[in-house]
């Protein structure tokens, strides 16, 4: 499902995030930036080691918060290396982290001067929370984000399985 939002695209699939051909694609970090199951491991796997050696550097990403590497041998030229909140009810601050991490992944897209940029649906694995809730979140952010700002033409959620893209879009339907 494609929308235009302002003068950008806001685009839903279904599939592999390492095999997006984005300018960025995002991963779902923890906040060693220390790889693991999920989504991290997907890239890390699909991206080769060059990617792990600068998380090194970079030493580790606080949750909200976003850093980038380049792409290794992926077809993206970056990883957004962001960190979602663990869901603990909601009530541990969970929707504005989870906002803060989808809204600098996108102001570092935008400060590379990138054009296109792909998120996972961040913290609905293994940190747990409900997809339809951190589907509400991750797709208004984009669409303010756009709304507000004329650089991306691109904003793209590659979602892994039928169930996670047929919730993003219900949620996406009620927002537009
Ligand atoms: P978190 O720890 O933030 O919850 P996970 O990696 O456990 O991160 O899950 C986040 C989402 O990424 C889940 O919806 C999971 O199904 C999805 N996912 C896993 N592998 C991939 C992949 N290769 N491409 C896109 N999404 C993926």
């Known amino acids: 499902m494609d929308v235009r939002i302002n003068k950008s695209t806001l685009s839903l699939v279904e599939g592999d995030i390492t095999s997006e051909e984005t300018d960025a694609i995002v991963n779902a970090a923890n906040a060693r930036l220390a790889g693991g199951a999920g ?79 792909a998120f996972p649906a961040i913290s609905t694995g293994v940190y747990g929370y409900p997809v339809n809730e951190a589907a509400h979140i991750a797709l208004k952010t984009a669409i303010d984000y756009l709304n507000e700002h004329d650089d991306l033409e691109l904003v793209r959620f590659v979602l892994f399985g039928r169930k996670t893209y047929d919730i993003f879009t219900d949620e996406l339907r009620k927002l537009i």
């Open 39 to 117: 989504v991290d491991g997907a890239i890390h796997r699909a991206g080769g080691p060059s990617i792990m050696e600068e998380c090194r550097k970079i030493g580790g990403c606080q949750t909200g918060q976003a850093v980038i590497t380049t792409g290794g041998s992926l077809k993206a030229k970056y990883v957004i290396h962001t960190v979602g909140p663990v869901y603990q009810g909601g009530v541990k601050g969970e929707s504005h982290l989870l906002k803060s991490a989808h809204l600098e992944s996108l102001k570092l897209a935008s400060a590379k001067r990138l054009k296109s940029i």
